[in-house]
């Protein structure tokens, strides 16, 4: 188990390396930067005052020598500046991250509470037609992008209440931010929960067809004792983790501060957004594969 606790922690470092490259390198590899923009915008083009200007934000330095500039910083703790607003990365960064937390701890929550549930009455009912009518549900929060839910979410919103929800980023009370929140987690999570239905029935009829399932039935156990309590437990550890993104409600989160960042070439913010999400990413698969190994004793990370 440490040997692959070590080899782990060295394939995470490998993994968010080989990252922090090719988000480099691809920013770069498109054509323009915050500098032709700029100029663009203003309808002229003075060579020397562009080239100072890049050369002020170091972007007329070799590449590699902007890589380890940046990479020297981060590892020093110093985001640097952001290209538009020229205050420190890490100053633009902070306050976003509790917006998108709660946005996408809420839609996670409706997933689950939504998506386990019917997983789970599909998988019992297999080839029912109530079984059939959640699998069309679940295909149609799969096909529909989140962003066209969000608009028809709203549209409704309109219609029945005559008024929408408004993000207010200091709400007064916590009935008001879950009202500010449940209409975008809404249209995020009826998708995830689309997907999480789907693997709760999948992983729901994978253990329904175990050995000790069949075992349990035979010695007398009720339909409602084995479905819930022997293959449902099971089951519950079999989901993976589902990643909540941000749709178009006008909240400034992380998701939507990165399209602006891309959007202006705004270097710095979306390098240190970027590496922000992929550690995110690593290090939830490491705890979720420690837990898979304290959970189910069969598991050899050896092997």
């Known amino acids: 188990m440490f040997a692959y ?21 691809l920013l770069r590899v498109v054509p323009g930067n915050i500098v032709d923009i700029l100029f663009d915008a203003a309808g002229f083009v003075d060579p020397a005052d562009k ?136 249209a995020v999570g009826f998708r995830s929960a689309a997907l999480t239905m789907r693997i709760t029935r999948s992983s729901m009829l994978e253990i329904l067809r175990q050995d000790y399932i069949r075992t349990a039935r035979a010695k007398g156990a009720s339909e409602a004792s084995v479905n819930y309590h022997h293959a449902l437990k099971e089951a519950a550890f079999l989901i993976g983790g589902l990643i909540v993104t941000e749709t178009v409600f006008n909240i400034p989160g992380i998701a939507r501060f990165l399209v602006e960042a891309l959007r202006w070439r705004d270097y710095p913010i979306v390098q240190n957004l970027v590496m922000f999400i992929a550690v995110v990413v690593v290090v939830v698969n490491f705890i979720v594969d420690m837990l898979y190994a304290a959970i189910d004793p069969r598991i050899r990370f050896g092997d």
């Open 5 to 25: 606790i070590v080899r782990r922690l060295f394939l995470m470092l490998v993994t968010l390396f080989g990252i922090s490259i090719i988000i480099f390198v």
């Open 51 to 186: 080239a100072n200007l890049e050369r002020e934000l170091g972007l007329s330095q070799p590449i590699v020598i902007q890589y380890l500039h940046w990479i020297g910083g981060l590892l020093h703790g110093d985001l640097g500046y952001s290209y538009v607003s020229e205050k420190p990365a890490l100053e633009e960064i902070l306050p976003r991250i509790p917006i998108t937390a709660r946005l996408a701890g809420l839609a996670l929550l409706f997933s689950a509470s939504i998506g386990i549930p019917l997983g789970v009455i599909s998988a019992v009912h297999q080839g029912s037609r109530l079984d059939y009518a959640l699998r069309v549900v679940s295909l149609s929060g799969l096909s529909l992008p989140s962003f066209w839910l969000g608009l028809l979410i709203l549209m409704a919103s309109v219609s029945l209440f005559g008024t929408m929800p408004i993000f207010n980023p200091n709400p007064k009370t916590w009935l008001e931010a879950l009202t500010i929140y449940a209409v975008p987690a809404m």
